[in-house]
């Protein structure tokens, strides 16, 4: 009576659940994401002029490398992905480790747009403009470094032969995160640095 | 079928049983005992503003001395801002949601799917330490400076920013809803992950009970809409301890500051779903207990799904009715105006497919069947007060009136009251293990249904007339003077049903530790969570059951022919009719 269900074996289960519950957080961190940006968009319609014109403008050139440096990082987690379902396990440490190297220079970037920011006289404090600016960059960045600290793990397991073609899942998870870091940063880059 | 779930082996030590648990039903009891705890909390707050609405300015007795010793025992206006701003958070966040989203949604969602537990014990685990974290945060917000949190539950900037309550208990409490935001996203991943992962072979998405329905549709809410009040929270914090400037505005801003009205849009996009987060589980309850003890199946089962699922996903769309006076664009107001009042309609479906699944039923008046009656009703008079509250014609002169109080008591408050009650009644067999009183179980009803409707139709007639919510000693002004007798009344009614709950207090205690054992299906009813003992093994179910129909299937004269009674389980295979009764009856899918 009851219907028939195709074998699978409860490893490819579990990880069909982890992997949703990962697509869910992500949905939810998204309105997250979205409500600051909400925020942003309704600050700055208020506001009569973006930016005031005594404050500094922000960079554009160092913002834009990173977000080459932080789309390229993608690019070779995927690419660790890839290897790992075809069984070449021996090229997932080194791509995780070069993934997190290329997040910490996002972040080392990130630090020196802000110190340079800050010394020309862009303070949290200054009103609105400054606001948007500095809460949606750190809360991003923030995000960037559980990406960072999860790949350095991810690295060590890696390297010490824990991942394979038949069991890589929490690189698969890690990869939709670290995805998902880079787009917000794409909408960000295009909102808060371009227009 | 056991190769779907791992079996987890059961916890030794006394840490990890009982204190430290990933089994979901210690998780669920844990969430209800620390909600009950602040739901008395919460109650005793609403005594003291209906003390203050009663006999402003004088002190309150028995207590008063004790919290207010510095004004000899009456209620000072700092006081009460805290007072009833605590009262609202605290019932909303830290009482309702951990008992019915908690306990219930924890307690049920497995046991009724045939799961082992949750797809995430862990997750749980910690789901439930980060709630209590923002409960402590709660109760140190009291012992602070300047006391607790003082906006209003609400919390609007500019008041709730450092110029409107500069003290840490306003900052402790942001960050207490910004926790228990994180504590709630972590549940609601779970349930939604386990209801479409782990339920049991055979246990469709139309065969779910409608309580899980209810939980896993307000699961989603809170996965997609606590984040964004989570960020309302964290721009709050960052406003308050960093002097950024979102909400800041007018003079104690900085180059213009920010908007006011952001928090408002933020905090009601979050809000109005909130509101069905609260509903949509007692909608469930109610649902399957009408059927349970009406002995009848759920009048168009799929359409009350329906309606359900309509409703879900309309609440994310109507936020704008509660800034119909906030200066939004007309055309807009007509626009929420007309997707609000579009809520009543899958609402009044849900209405009408209850009230055809009594009728004519051979209804059973037990303790919970009698609390999820007085949940419709008081749900009725709360949506249908609600109607003046969406149209903007008559919300311009209701709004922020007591009328607005009395409604949303009556919805968010009374049903939610009403169904959580509903559920424990129905539940606690199975939750501990023992049965409760069902002679006090009748009184604390009575008392509760009663009274709690007179309150909130007084707060209703008093905000008719012109009394505005929140007013600290309300006859200052000498047009809202002739309502002192209708407030004491409503004070009157409001002590009773605080008194009211003193039986439900004794007989919760006396059951947990000295009521007589429970039986396996003291309801008999088919639902899956019924075939394990009272209270379940820790892994549940020993085989995952495989489900055969729906959760509702009574009076069935094929059932009755079979097997000689007015029901059979979810999962219970019906033996041929041509042949004698093949099993006892007690044996109702088990095997």
């Given amino acids: 009576m009851g219907e028939i269900l195709p074998y699978r074996p409860p490893r490819a289960r579990e990880e069909w659940t982890a992997y949703l519950g990962m697509v869910i957080f992500l949905a939810s961190w998204a309105m997250m994401f979205g409500s600051l940006f909400f925020a942003y968009g309704m600050v700055r319609a208020r506001s009569n002029e973006w930016p005031p014109a005594d404050l500094p403008s922000l960079p554009l050139v160092v913002p834009a490398i990173n977000s080459v440096v932080l789309v390229l990082s993608s690019a070779v987690l995927q690419l660790v992905l890839v290897a790992l379902r075809r069984g070449k396990a021996q090229l997932a440490g080194p791509g995780l480790g070069l993934t997190a190297v290329l997040g910490m220079v996002f972040l080392g970037l990130q630090i020196t747009t802000w110190r340079s920011l800050f010394d020309d006289g862009l303070t949290p404090q200054g009103g609105p403009y400054a606001s948007v600016f500095y809460t949606l960059t750190c809360f991003h960045a923030l995000h960037v470094l559980v990406g960072i600290l999860a790949l350095g793990w991810l690295c060590r397991g890696a390297l010490a032969g824990r991942y394979s073609a038949a069991r890589f899942l929490p690189v698969r998870l890690w990869t939709l995160y670290w995805h998902f870091v880079g787009v917000v940063w794409l909408a960000m880059f295009v909102t808060v640095y371009v227009v | ?591």
């Fill in chain 2, 1 to 591: 079928m056991e190769e779907l779930q791992h079996i987890h082996p059961e916890p030794t030590s006394f840490i990890r049983k009982w204190v430290f648990s990933t089994d979901h039903k210690v998780i669920a009891r844990q969430f209800l005992w620390a909600g009950l705890l602040f739901l008395a909390f919460g109650g005793g707050l609403a005594m003291l503003i209906r003390w203050q609405w009663a006999y402003p300015g004088e002190p309150v007795p028995a207590v008063g001395s004790l919290l207010f010793s510095g004004s000899g025992g009456s209620i000072t206006p700092a006081n009460y801002n805290s007072i009833f701003t605590m009262h609202g958070l605290i019932m909303i966040f830290f009482a309702i949601t951990p008992i019915m989203i908690g306990a219930f949604g924890n307690f049920c969602i497995p046991l009724m799917i045939g799961a082992r537990d949750m797809a995430f014990p862990k997750l749980n685990m910690l789901s439930f330490w980060t709630f209590l974290l923002s409960q402590c945060l709660v109760l140190a917000s009291f012992f602070v400076q300047l006391g607790s949190g003082a906006a209003g539950w609400t919390t609007y900037p500019p008041l709730s920013t450092n110029v409107g309550t500069p003290g840490l208990g306003q900052t402790l409490v942001v960050a207490a809803i910004f926790v228990t935001g994180v504590a709630t996203i972590m549940g609601g991943l779970n349930y939604v992950t386990t209801v479409v992962r782990l339920r049991a072979p055979g246990m469709t998405y139309a065969r779910m009970p409608a309580t899980v329905w209810g939980l896993w549709l307000t699961a989603i809410l809170n996965v997609l809409f606590v984040p964004v009040l989570g960020s309302a929270a964290l721009l709050l914090l960052l406003d308050r301890q960093f002097g950024t400037q979102f909400y800041v505005a007018g003079s104690s801003a900085v180059r213009g500051g920010g908007d006011p009205i952001l928090f408002q849009h933020l905090f009601w996009i979050f809000g109005h779903p909130e509101v069905y987060i609260l509903i949509l589980p007692p909608w469930g309850f109610v649902t399957d207990l009408v059927s349970f003890f009406a002995r009848k199946p759920a009048y168009w089962f799929k359409g009350s799904i329906f309606a359900m699922s309509a409703v879900t996903i309309l609440s994310a769309v109507v936020y704008g009715h509660h800034m119909f006076v906030t200066g939004m664009n007309p055309m807009l107001g007509q626009s929420f105006m007309t997707l609000t009042l579009i809520i009543s309609v899958p609402a009044e479906l849900l209405f009408l497919n209850w009230l055809h699944t009594i009728w004519k039923g051979s209804i059973r008046l037990t303790v919970p069947m009698l609390f999820a009656l007085g949940t419709i009703f008081v749900f009725g008079l709360g949506g249908l007060t609600g109607l003046f509250l969406g149209t903007i014609s008559t919300d311009l002169y209701l709004h922020d009136t007591m009328f607005v109080v009395g409604h949303f008591h009556l919805t968010m408050a009374a049903a939610a009251f009403l169904g959580s009650f509903a559920a424990i009644y129905f539940w606690f067999p199975k939750m501990f293990g023992r049965n409760m009183n069902q002679t006090l179980g009748k009184w604390h009803f009575w008392f509760s249904a009663v009274f709690i409707t007179l309150v909130f139709c007084g707060q209703l007639a008093a905000g008719y007339a012109g009394h505005q919510r929140r007013l600290f000693d309300p006859y200052q002004y000498t047009f809202l003077q002739h309502l002192h007798p209708l407030n004491r009344w409503t004070s009157y009614f409001a002590f009773l049903l605080g008194i009211g709950q003193l039986p439900f207090v004794y007989n919760f205690f006396r059951s947990v530790f000295m009521g007589t054992k429970a039986e396996m299906n003291p309801w008999e009813i088919g639902t899956l969570e019924w075939t394990l003992p009272s209270p379940p093994v820790h892994h549940n179910f020993d085989t995952i059951p495989t489900v055969h129909r729906g959760p509702h299937e009574f009076a069935n004269p094929e059932v009755k022919k079979a097997l000689g009674r007015d029901w059979i389980g979810q999962a219970e295979e019906l033996p041929k009719t041509e042949k004698a009764p093949a099993k006892p009856a007690a044996a109702a899918g088990a095997s």
